[in-house]
């Protein structure tokens, strides 16, 4: 069968979770150095940065601040995995880092929200 342009072709995709192309300010803190950045891609497994070389080794830790909050910021921790020509990859050492975020956002507004995590029964309501 011939291909065209218009024909639908299966792309090979190796990664385990969907990304989206983003652009979010944050702060890159890895030993004593902190470095600005620009998350341009995420998944909830990780995330790809540009920014200025970190000289991190792979699995160093490495805290991501958003910068959108003038007083206290969030942050997200991961793990660093390599250089990239614009900045590195990292991978989310949460094992759900959008809703530990969450509750670190709710935190802001009342510190009464628990900052625990527990693991329910399956149990449908």
């Known amino acids: 069968m011939e291909t065209d342009d218009f024909t639908l072709r299966e792309i090979t995709n190796a990664r385990a979770a969907t990304r989206y192309v983003v652009s979010i300010p944050?702060?890159?803190?890895?030993?004593?150095?902190r470095v600005e950045a620009r998350i341009v891609d995420i998944s909830e497994t990780g995330a790809k940065l540009e920014c200025a070389s970190l000289g991190a080794n792979p699995n160093e830790p490495?805290?991501?601040?958003?910068?959108?909050?003038?007083?206290?910021?969030?942050?997200?921790?991961?793990?660093?995995?390599?250089?990239?020509?614009?900045?590195?990859g990292v991978q989310f050492t949460d094992p759900c880092p959008f809703l530990r975020l969450f509750v670190k956002l709710a935190?802001?507004?009342?510190?009464?929200?628990?900052?625990?995590?527990?693991?329910?029964?399956?149990?449908?309501?």
């Open 107 to 125: 935190r802001l507004h009342d510190d009464r929200v628990s900052d625990c995590f527990h693991v329910l029964g399956s149990q449908r309501f």
């Open 62 to 88: 490495v805290q991501i601040e958003m910068l959108w909050f003038e007083d206290e910021r969030p942050s997200m921790l991961a793990r660093f995995v390599r250089e990239t020509s614009a900045g590195c």
């Open 26 to 33: 944050v702060a890159l803190q890895i030993r004593d150095k």
